[in-house]
Antibody, heavy 120, light 108 residues
Framework: EVQLVESGGGLVQPGGSLRLSCAAS????????MSWVRQAPGKGLAWVSS????????YYPDSVKGRFAISRDNSKNTLFLQMSSLRAEDTAIYYC?????????????WGQGTLVTVSS | EIVMTQSPATLSVSPGERATLSCRAS??????LAWYQQKPGQAPRLLIY???TRATGIPARFSGSGSGTEFTLTISSLQSEDFAVYYC??????????FGQGTKLDIK
């Protein structure tokens, strides 16, 4: 059974940094692209970042480019999201998501999420 | 940038009835369209990919159709556990998976 367990969320001041982790199990982690998707309180889903299976390719929307960095450690089956220069609008639940087998871009499994609150 | 628009925002349907949810893309996404279900306090769950292929373990009462710019998710006979928010997502230009704003399906 695929399991994705996020951690690292919390309260951070505007301009601060936070590092999220996602521990994966139940599948061959190094064979799959992975992504982060967020959901602001009471709002819809928004793609945040993706990384190729090897880790060589990383991708971001303009809203987080230059502030967020996705990475992975395939030896430890773990996905990361380093967030810096955080803003109030980054407040959201952050989900780790496993891409489809062919990296088409849809998400076959999701973690339960970790809440990031950016506030002074 | 392709924009995904879902309608209606809220749909009220009685248990046992059919629900039809719509998703429109601002330009063609071919059949690169997925549907997700999200219940309160839970993560989204993949229902449909490729516009019409049910994901593993998804009941047959869920069906998807469409291509290009117009898509539909149909739930043939609503069960109590189906009342949730549904999102469509286009993935025609990986990895930029844009979501619709969601349709809340609630009990009439």
């Amino acid at each position: 059974e695929v399991q994705l367990v996020e951690s690292g969320g919390g309260l951070v001041q505007p301009g601060g940094s936070l590092r999220l982790s996602c521990a994966a199990s139940g599948f061959s982690f190094s064979d799959y692209a992975m992504s982060w998707v967020r959901q602001a309180p009471g709002k819809g889903l928004a793609w945040v970042s993706s990384i190729s299976d090897s880790g060589r390719g990383t991708y971001y929307p303009d809203s987080v480019k230059g502030r967020f960095a996705i990475s992975r450690d395939n030896s430890k089956n773990t996905l990361f999201l380093q967030m810096s220069s955080l803003r109030a609008e980054d407040t959201a639940i952050y989900y780790c998501a496993k891409d489809s087998w062919d990296s088409s871009g849809y998400f076959t499994s999701w973690g339960q999420g970790t809440l990031v609150t950016v506030s002074s | 940038e392709i924009v995904m628009t879902q309608s209606p925002a809220t749909l009220s349907v009685s248990p046992g009835e059919r629900a039809t949810l719509s998703c429109r893309a601002s330009q063609s996404v071919s059949r690169n369209l997925a549907w997700y279900q999200q219940k309160p306090g839970q993560a989204p769950r993949l229902l449909i990919y490729g516009a019409s292929t049910r994901a593993t373990g998804i009941p047959a009462r869920f069906s998807g159709s469409g291509s290009g710019t117009e898509f539909t998710l149909t739930i043939s006979s609503l069960q109590s556990e189906d009342f949730a928010v549904y999102y469509c997502q286009k993935y025609s230009d990986w990895p930029r998976g844009t979501f619709g704003q969601g349709t809340k399906l609630d009990i009439k």
